[in-house]
T-cell receptor, first 111, second 116 residues
């Protein structure tokens, strides 16, 4: 059974720092990996989707990398802003339409 | 519609009662998913619809949980004889076609269920 772990569970940083959020998964036979953002009281918003054949994806200040063989992905946030404060979730698809989610990293960026 | 909507946004009920949670997917999306998210956890899959039929209900925890999507659009998640352990946020998501893996799922804001 696929297990997804996200480290750290919580992070509080001053504005402007570059951040790295980590996601690891136990079964490397994945189809793709997706990073989501969840704001309090809101649903999930997709940030980046990396196919298993890809190494990274970029969107604005966000960059996600994937090392399938080692079962790891990182989400890099450049020049963090208070508006980046949210919970970041990693989800992997192991060949079915049912994703396995991690517990998330709760991020606070303070001014 | 502009996005996935869910009603009610909050529901408080007593142990043993019956509840219905509603999801309106994005217009034209044929795939619909229900998830349950407990505090401090990631979402856990409950059931997936392709059109009107439940293509996969393997995530439903027991027979107190049931979901329908009679016309291939709106879906209702029904919970009978609610228990305190059912308290969670219930999320609905939809995607354009048949749940293809490269498709993005669009999530609703969730229904927060509290069973007293």
């Amino acid at each position: 059974k696929q297990e997804v772990t996200q480290i750290p569970a919580a992070l509080s940083v001053p504005e402007g720092e570059n951040l790295v959020l980590n996601c690891s998964f136990t079964d490397s036979a994945i189809y793709n990996l997706q990073w989501f953002r969840q704001d309090p009281g809101k649903g999930l918003t997709s940030l980046l989707l990396i196919q298993s054949s890809q190494r990274e994806q970029t969107s604005g200040r966000l960059n996600a990398s994937l090392d399938k063989s080692s079962g790891r992905s990182t989400l890099y946030i450049a020049a963090s802003q208070p508006g980046d404060s949210a919970t970041y979730l990693c989800a992997v698809h192991g060949g079915s339409y049912i994703p396995t989610f991690g517990r998330g990293t709760s991020l606070i960026v303070h001014p | 519609g502009a996005g996935v909507s869910q009603t009610p946004s909050n529901k408080v009920t007593e142990k043993g009662k019956y509840v219905e949670l509603r999801c309106d997917p994005i217009s034209g999306h044929t795939a619909l998913y229900w998830y349950r998210q407990s505090l401090g956890q990631g979402p856990e899959f409950l059931i997936y619809f392709q059109g009107t039929g439940a293509a996969d209900d393997s995530g439903l925890p027991n027979d107190r949980f049931f979901a329908v999507r009679p016309e291939g659009s709106v879906s209702t998640l029904k919970i009978q004889r609610t228990e305190r352990g059912d308290s969670a946020v219930y999320l609905c998501a939809s995607s354009l076609t048949s749940g293809a893996l490269q498709e993005t799922q669009y999530f609703g804001p969730g229904t927060r269920l509290l069973v007293l």
